[in-house]
């Protein structure tokens, strides 16, 4: 691995590390039962997605 000959300065550095923060997810409600979900995701309670059901929740395995 090569090692650095000058030392890189704060403002480098801390230009690099400007993506590194943490984020919180983006919630939507679900028209249907009123929970929260992650967007472009099927509701965990209830299985719809944008007004459709996708996974039958009431089936079980």
Same mark, same amino acid.
């Given at each position: 691995?090569?090692? =650095?000959? *000058? $030392?890189? @300065? &704060?403002? $480098? *550095?801390?230009? $690099? *590390? #400007?993506?590194?923060? %943490?984020?919180? =997810?983006?919630? %939507?409600?679900? @028209?249907?039962?009123? @929970? &929260?979900?992650?967007?472009? #995701?099927?509701?965990?309670?209830? +299985?719809?997605? *944008? +007004?459709?059901? %996708?996974?039958?929740? #009431? &089936? #079980? &395995?």
């Amino acid at each position: 691995m090569p090692h =650095p000959k *000058r $030392r890189h @300065s &704060a403002t $480098r *550095r801390d230009k $690099r *590390r #400007t993506h590194d923060k %943490a984020i919180a =997810p983006q919630l %939507a409600i679900c @028209s249907n039962c009123g @929970s &929260a979900h992650l967007y472009h #995701t099927v509701c965990n309670e209830c +299985g719809y997605y *944008r +007004g459709k059901l %996708a996974v039958d929740k #009431t &089936a #079980t &395995a």
